[in-house]
């Protein structure tokens, strides 16, 4: 507002003249509270002075009656007398060598401002007075028999005076600030009416410049002013409207685009999935005899040999790489026949913690720690619960040997809604050495694995992949080396009228 002021006293005569005049009343006002005030102080101040002296004029005489009998006590008594004044605060009996009486009202500390002035300047009828910010200290001098002996002082404190001109300032201020209301309401009222719409109009184009599409000039009128700001708002919303439609557009293709890359990529993981189920069930059965054979006849050779034979240590080795081979096979065995489900009404929550202590007994395991978040209120989901198992065991093993065997896996159910549909979501997350980026892109191939020295085969994710597809789900992974990977899994909540249908489709 301050802003709009300047500008329009800057563009307007009339205003420079009225503001003027307002600025010379309102100075007026404050010389005049100024004024006031101080004339009022001094009036409380004389008033002060007078009823002090006429209260020394005539305690004066009582006061060297009593020093001339000598009796301190009666001196402080008359002192007392004094002090009954609400306006006198102390007063005190002193010559040139010391106080002789002391006396102050009650709650006061105050004393003599200084050291008191001698006898010799006090003269007799005349009263001296000192100031300080709080006291007027009035002095006398006291003579018995023509003769000065000593001299009498009084305080009396300053409030009154004070309080007194600051209620007259206060009162000058309201007056004075209610003035400088009216005024400034009525200049405001003024600049409203005349400028105010012209500068609306600068400061949206402003916005507007800087990429505020959304701003819009109130129209107060059918003048000229008022049809530019019609013009203006309409120029606005057409452009904004433009503009979000093109960044609709644009969303929409981004989105497409994000999909069909993701749709490309699960296809070609599908078809190598798929590729690999036919590869593993024409296979598998053809090689698992033969490796019997093998096994059986290394068994018999290390029987034969005995463990002293040099051949021993080559036999256990034929012996280990067959088993080697049979876990494999075994392996590609259970991977073609992921596609097989039984589907039946499962408590996700109770099949995580079983799956939890079957995967204890396995000693990568062992010494595993789970920071359960599950959801209570998670509804039963159709699946089958074996398949589901065998995911979630892939799972827990792979993040114990990420550990070292050792460590908490975060383990976390919830639903969620997206686009009218339920899911669950189920979580896996450790705290262990993680997964490059590089890796991330293959990870769900199969036989391809992060982990050296045979520890595995690269299919239990492939594995599991294969069965959270079958039933309508997705798994997911981030991961950062050094501090572990998060594995996601989503699957629909089916409702009853879709389970036989679902059911029929996973078979």
């Not at 029987?303 to 034979?309: D, I, L, T």
């Not at 073609?336 to 079957?358: C, F, K, Q, W, Y």
Request: aromatic share 6%.
């Amino acid at each position: 507002m301050l802003t709009r002021l300047g500008e329009f006293i800057r563009a307007s005569i009339g205003l420079r003249l009225s503001v003027g005049m307002c600025l010379t009343l309102l100075a007026g006002l404050a010389i005049s509270t100024i004024f006031s005030v101080r004339d009022e102080h001094r009036e409380m101040e004389h008033i002060l002075w007078e009823k002090g002296k006429s209260a020394l004029r005539f305690s004066a005489p009582h006061l060297g009656l009593l020093l001339k009998e000598k009796d301190p006590q009666a001196i402080e008594r008359e002192l007392s007398l004094l002090l009954q004044d609400p306006d006198f605060d102390y007063a005190y009996v002193f010559d040139d060598k010391q106080m002789l009486a002391k006396a102050t009202d009650l709650g006061i500390t105050a004393g003599p401002m200084a050291d008191p002035p001698k006898l010799a300047t006090l003269r007799q009828g005349r009263f001296v007075p000192r100031t300080s910010e709080e006291y007027l200290e009035i002095l006398t001098p006291i003579f018995v028999d023509g003769r000065k002996i000593a001299a009498v002082g009084m305080g009396l404190s300053l409030d009154m005076p004070f309080h007194q001109g600051r209620r007259i300032g206060r009162r000058l201020l309201v007056v004075t600030a209610g003035l400088l209301t009216v005024v400034l309401a009525l200049i405001y009222w003024w600049t409203r009416k005349t400028v105010a719409p012209l500068l609306d109009l600068t400061k949206g184009a402003e916005e507007f410049s800087k990429g505020n599409l959304a701003v819009r000039v109130p129209v107060t009128g059918r003048d000229e002013l008022g049809r530019l700001a019609a013009t203006f708002n309409q120029l606005a919303e057409s452009l904004q409207r433009t503009i979000e439609e093109k960044d609709r557009v644009l969303a929409e293709t981004n989105r497409l685009y994000r999909n069909l890359k993701v749709a490309r990529a699960q296809l070609g993981r599908a078809e190598r999935l798929s590729a690999v189920g036919m590869l593993a069930a024409g296979v598998s059965h053809e090689l698992n005899n033969p490796l019997g054979i093998i096994l059986s006849t290394a068994g018999n050779l290390q029987e034969a040999v005995g463990e002293q034979s040099p051949f021993a240590e080559d036999v256990a080795i034929i012996e280990a790489e067959t088993e080697r081979c049979r876990r494999i096979i075994q392996g590609l065995l259970n991977f073609a026949a992921s596609g097989e489900s039984h589907p039946e009404e499962i408590d996700l929550n109770v099949l995580m913690r079983e799956t939890l202590v079957l995967a204890k007994h396995d000693k990568r395991a062992q010494h595993l720690t789970a920071e359960w978040h599950l959801d209570p209120h998670l509804p039963l989901l159709w699946l089958d619960p074996r398949q589901m198992q065998q995911v979630f065991l892939n799972l827990l093993i792979n993040a114990a040997d990420a550990m070292d065997g050792r460590g908490v896996v975060r383990l976390g159910t919830t639903e969620s809604i997206e686009g009218g549909n339920r899911k669950a979501l189920i979580e896996f997350a450790d705290h262990g050495c993680g997964i490059s980026t590089a890796d991330l892109d293959h990870i769900f191939d199969p036989f391809y694995t992060t982990k050296r020295g045979g520890a595995g085969f690269g299919l239990g994710l492939a594995v599991s992949y294969g069965i959270i597809a079958s039933h309508g789900g997705e798994i997911t992974v981030t991961s950062e080396v050094g501090r572990g990977s998060v594995f996601t899994i989503t699957l629909p909540v089916h409702s009853e009228a879709t389970q036989l249908g679902t059911a029929g489709q996973m078979g």
